[in-house]
């Protein structure tokens, strides 16, 4: 069965660099959810999208923006990154009114 | 938010040996999974259980909504079943539908 896919798995950035994180749904998922996972950390939720509009805002700072494309993939778009960035960023998504999230494989983000 | 507290926080065992894991939120749920972080960081989907019992092989989890807690029995446990095991949850309020709050997590490891 087709799973979420996310790309980059790895990504090794600088201070101050940009990096985008794009997240492609199970086929016929219409929601798409963020979170971000620090060093023995649980995952922590960032946003969500609903047929391609914002659906929910969690802890995600102003230098991160996302959106959802009329395919319905996902971009996770992160500027001036710090060292604390440094993270697994997942990617999840679900169905209409269906609540189970399934998970991608994450992306491993270092900020050195 | 949402309190999630899962115990024990950290469980060795013997391979053969079984095992419960408990997750205590401290709200109403929409939502509950259970998921599986292997070493290599990926979030494997065990269970959606808002209510009831589910079985999936050596796997069972038991939820009991109107008294906030849920439990994933592991049965002869094997060397693969070690990794983090996470509860998560999904607030019945408002806006904040559809975001899961996870516990800290199960640090499970088992010896052959």
């Known amino acids: 069965a087709a799973g979420v896919i996310q790309s980059p798995r790895h990504l090794i950035k600088e201070k101050r660099e940009t990096a985008t994180l794009k997240c492609y749904p199970i086929p016929r998922h219409d929601t798409v959810y963020w979170y971000q996972q620090g060093p023995g950390q649980d995952p922590q939720f960032l946003i969500s999208f609903y047929e391609k509009m914002q659906s929910d805002k969690g802890s995600i700072p102003d230098r991160f923006s996302a959106q959802q494309f009329s395919d319905y993939h996902s971009e996770l778009n992160m500027s001036s990154l710090e060292l604390g960035d440094s993270a697994l960023y997942f990617c999840?998504?679900?169905?209409?009114?269906?609540?189970?999230?399934?998970f991608g494989p994450g992306t491993r983000l270092t900020v050195t | 938010g949402i309190q999630v507290e899962q115990s024990p926080p950290d469980l060795i065992l013997q391979e053969g040996a079984n095992s419960t894991l408990r997750c205590n939120f401290s709200d109403s749920v929409n939502n509950l999974q259970w998921f599986h972080q292997n070493p290599w960081g990926q979030l494997i989907n065990l269970f959606y259980?808002?209510?009831g019992t589910k079985q999936n092989g050596r796997l069972s989890a038991t939820t009991v909504a109107t008294e906030r807690y849920s439990l994933l029995y592991i049965s002869s446990s094997q060397t693969t079943d070690s990794g983090v095991y996470f509860c998560a949850v999904e607030l019945n309020r408002g806006s904040t539908l559809g975001r899961l709050y996870f516990g800290r997590g199960t640090q499970l490891t088992v010896w052959p």
């Open positions: 259980i808002p209510s």
């Open positions: 999840a998504s679900s169905r209409g009114g269906a609540r189970e999230q399934y």
